[in-house]
Every structure is written in C-alpha cells, then in structure tokens.
C-alpha cells in the first residue's frame, strides 16, 4: 500500500489513527489502515507502518484494533439554532397519545417562571390513534399563563394555545394568509393549529432570543452533532444574527463543526450588493448559498401536488407565499442566480419540484452556463419524467433518508401506491446521473447519519412493517449512502477540493465507528456507533 504525502518536509503528526479499515472514498487509494493528521489537514493515509513514521513524542496514537474509519458526515442540510434551542424546549416527539402529549407540557410548564413562552415540541399526531391533530383546548388548562407556541416535527404546523392565539390577534375573523391556512372548528373557530405562513403571526410575537441563548443553543448543537460524527453542516436557516454567533464561537476557538449557512432567498440582495458570492467565507465558516420555499409538507398536507391527496381531496397542497405568484420566485431564482449567489429551493410535492426545476432551467437559459449547482431541498415527490432532469440541469437533490423510513409508516394512505413509487427516489435519481446530498433536516429528523445511511440502504419503516423496506426498488449501497454524508454533501457546497474524502492536504474530519458497516448485515447499521470524532486533526468526541 503506497503512502501519500503533500508535506515535503516532515514534521511530527498530531494525530495517528492505526490499525483501522479506513474507507477513504478516494477512488486512487479506495482504503488504508491508517491515517496522519497534523496541522488540521490529514499528512499521509497508507499503511500502518508506514504511517507510523510520522510519529513524535507528541503525536497522540489511537489503536483502533480494525474499527471503520470514514470521513467526517457532513449533514447537507439542518437548522442548527432552532436544533439546539429544541434540545431546551418540551419534548413531545415520541409522544404517543394526545393524553402524553398534554402531560408533558403541563409538566414542563410547572417548571418555568412565570409567563414564559413554551416553545420546540417536534410533535407528530401520526404516532396517536387516530391520528387526529391536537388543539388548543386539549392544552390550555395546563399551560396556565404560559403562551404555548410547539411545532409538529416537520415545522410547517404548529399548535398555539388561546394565550398564544390572542396575542397574535388571530380570530375567527382572521383570514388565511397567502401560503398558510388557520385550522378551524366546525363553527368556525380556530383550533390553535396554524400552518405554513399562517405561524408567522405567532412568530412576529414570541421575543427574539439574545446573543448569549443562541451561543448556548449553538454550543448544544455541536454537542450532539460530534457525538454522531458530524463534522460539517449546513444550515438553511442561518439568519444574521445566527451567523454573528457562529464568528463569535469562531474567533473564541469554540466552533467544532464547520459551517455552510444559507440565508433567505429573497435576501439575495443583501449579500448581492456587499459583492458576496457563493462559496465565500473560510473553512470553518462559509456562505454565500441561499434557500427558498416552494411548498409545505406531506404531514401536513401542505405539500403541492399536481393531483389531490388521497386522504384529503379537497385540496392539492399550498404554494408557499414566495411562489404567490409564481413569477415571483422566478425572479428570485434568475436574479440571485445572476449575482453569483447559490440557489437552493425547498420542494417536496410533484408540482412543486417540477415548477422549479422549470425555473432553474429557465435560469441557467437567461444567465448562461457556469458552475452552479442548484439544489433541491428534499426532492421527496417526483413524477418519473422529472427526475433525469435533474442530471441533465445538473441540479443537486439534497435529500434526508430518514424522512423515508418515518413517512413510509403512512404516505402511501397520503398519496396511493402509484405516487409512492418515485417518493424519495435515491436509486433511479442516482441511475439517472444525479448528485446526492444526504442531511438530516433536524430538528426534523434526528442529526445521525448512521440512521440516515439504515434508511437508505434498508428502507426499512420505524414500525417495523416494511422490512424488506418501503418501495425497495429505490434502496442503495452503503457505499453509495456514505458517499451522499460525505463527498457528494462537500460538492453541494463547492467544497469538495476540502472535504468528503480522506486523502493527503484535505482538512482531518474523521469519524471512526464501532461496526463495519459495509460487511454487516444491512439491518445491523442502526445498532452501530460512533466511537471517536475527529475535528480539524484532534478527538472532539469519544464514546
């Protein structure tokens, strides 16, 4: 096994792993048994003696004993405050029952001082019997002075209490905003859920966090993403102030997950008029990428579809407010693209992932050809004729697996067996020549890629009903997963000449697992852990 070097002159490695399978997914040298990081970058991947040469009296060597080492995950798409500031809020995710679902929050809220908004939730109604959504009046007896705003997993709905509703003035009389919709009784009065634009009343009253509460909420964040070996992400929600504490954390020595942040696509001007273009900023902190919404989601039947939901006929899904009208977001995209700045767009229904595959196309027509790589963020639904378009507009599908093996337990009742054969399409999209970049989406969905990567190869659903998996026609490799963790997620932030492959001059992210995963029996890789994570050439995490 050769060994590969930049450094003409040696100096001594910081860090050693040894005695490993390292996966390096560099084609050239596909695998090694160990591995030298100094100065942050990785020095020399090749045998473990010959590694071994670049020790020092300083050098930290790890014995792995034939454990897996991959690059570091980079999650290709999150949103990283509001992950972290839900690690603080209620917890109702795996509630079971709306009765588990009210406890919960008049436990949490006994615990608070007075007045304090009850925020985060990750509710999802799919897991009660019936799945029916919850209201107001199920919480407000135990929310007390309390103003209850928690949001379902998928962040398109929420659930106000009365408090909440009165002080954002909504009413009976309160009309559905462009792009959202207030749930209402049969007599016309709110129920407390509000989707999509409708939260945004809640939302302009609910006091702003401070600069020291995002820090501790961005601080909880990188917690748990070294825990599950991610080392980069790339977060669609970064909003200015966001960013301001990620420089903070930066210029303290306190960021251990570099940073792609994405900010909203009808800011484009903002950072079109300071000269930002995409792919701007440092290793550790980078911007220039931007996001827009298409659509809602399938949970919450706010998803766009050409064609009705099965279980809900009255209605296709809802644009969101920046396709209201549809020339709008147009505009966005062609004008953004102009200026240089990165593009992505969130779409999950059919309807709404070929409208911007239109647009982008429609784009690249009016501004000329150039290394672009539009996204589509999450990609979910799509009729079979869209989805070669995708390598022929070279438009990258940023996709989260897990949302697979979850939706799975109950789409098919949302959209019939017919739609369900292209819903999260990872084989044919791939087939077809496209770019995969896997996320997570969290606090959607939990930041493990491990998860991520069962879901993909297994498709098997979280209710153990599909376990030759949901729709198996679309599962692939466990190389074909990692690789969307890793290079392909570097490659939709134009970093793949930093990062996603373990070879000598890129940065030393690593993350080092307790299975094999490529020789396990597929339904194992859900049981297998991270054992050490390695940011930037040093052991952030160990197990």
């Known amino acids: 096994m050769a060994l590969a070097s930049t450094l003409a002159a040696q100096p001594a490695a910081d860090l050693i792993l040894t005695h490993a399978r390292i996966w390096t997914g560099n084609s050239a040298q596909p695998a090694a048994e160990a591995v030298a990081c100094a100065a942050g970058r990785i ?8 590694v071994a040469k670049w020790g020092g009296p300083k050098t930290r060597v790890i014995d792995l004993g034939g454990r897996l080492v991959l690059p570091g995950f980079n999650d290709s798409h999150v949103h990283f405050f509001s992950g972290g500031a839900n690690l603080a809020g209620v ?24 007045g304090r908004w009850i925020l985060g939730g990750d509710w999802d109604h799919e897991n009660w019997t019936p799945a029916r959504l919850p209201t107001r009046q199920l919480i407000d007896q135990v929310s007390g002075d309390h ?37 209402r009784d049969a007599s016309g009065e709110p129920t407390g859920v509000l989707k999509d634009a409708a939260m945004g009343a809640v939302e302009r009253v609910i006091p702003a966090p401070g600069g020291a509460e995002i820090e501790e909420a961005v601080r909880a964040a990188m917690r748990y993403a070294a825990g599950n070996g991610v080392t980069s992400v790339q977060d669609m929600s970064a909003s200015p102030e966001v960013l301001r504490a990620y420089q903070r954390l930066l210029a303290r020595g306190e960021l251990t997950v570099r940073i792609s942040g994405h900010q909203p696509l009808a800011s484009w001007k903002r950072l079109a008029d ?16 931007l996001k827009g919404f298409a659509d809602g989601s399938l949970g919450s039947t706010t998803a766009l579809f050409f064609e009705p939901y099965r279980d809900a006929p009255n209605t296709s899904g809802l644009a969101n ?3 209201i009208p549809e020339s709008k977001m147009a505009q966005h995209i062609r004008e953004a693209d102009r200026a240089g700045l990165q593009v992505a767009v969130h779409a999950i229904g059919d309807k709404a992932n070929h409208l911007i595959l239109d647009m982008f196309e429609a784009a690249e027509k009016a501004n000329g050809a150039r290394d672009r790589r539009f996204r589509i963020e999450h990609a979910q639904h799509l009729r079979p004729d869209d989805i070669p378009r995708f390598a022929r507009l070279h438009v990258i599908a940023s996709m989260q697996p897990y949302h697979a093996i979850d939706d799975g337990r109950w789409a098919e009742n949302r959209i019939g067996p017919e739609r369900a054969r292209t819903t999260y399409a990872f084989r044919s999209l791939l087939d077809s020549g496209a770019v995969l970049a896997f996320g997570s989406d969290w606090p959607v969905a939990p930041m493990v890629p491990i998860i991520g990567i069962y879901g993909a190869v297994t498709r098997r659903t979280l209710d153990g009903k599909h376990p030759g998996g949901w729709v198996p026609e679309q599962k692939i490799s466990v190389a074909e997963a990692v690789r969307a963790y890793t290079s392909g997620s570097a490659y939709a932030s134009f970093e793949e000449g930093l990062k996603g492959t373990i070879e000598p001059g890129k940065l030393a992210d690593l993350v080092v697992l307790s299975r094999d995963i490529f020789t396990i029996d597929p339904a194992g890789i859900e049981d297998t852990r991270v054992d050490y994570t390695v940011f930037d050439g040093r052991v952030i995490y160990s197990r």
């Open 43 to 50: 020095a020399a991947v090749g045998s473990a003696a010959e």
């Open 91 to 114: 917890q109702l995710r795996d509630a079971k029952t709306q009765e588990e679902f009210r406890e919960r929050i008049r436990a949490f809220a006994a615990k608070l001082p007075a």
């Open 147 to 183: 103003p209850v705003f928690v949001n379902r997993l998928d962040g398109h709905m929420s659930l106000a209490n009365s408090l909440a509703l009165k002080m954002a003035g909504i009413d009976r009389n309160t009309p559905d905003p462009p792009g959202g919709a207030i749930v």
């Open 274 to 289: 300071v000269g930002i273009l995409a792919d701007f900023g440092s290793s550790f902190l980078h911007i220039g990428g």
């Open 321 to 323: 407010d920046e396709m």
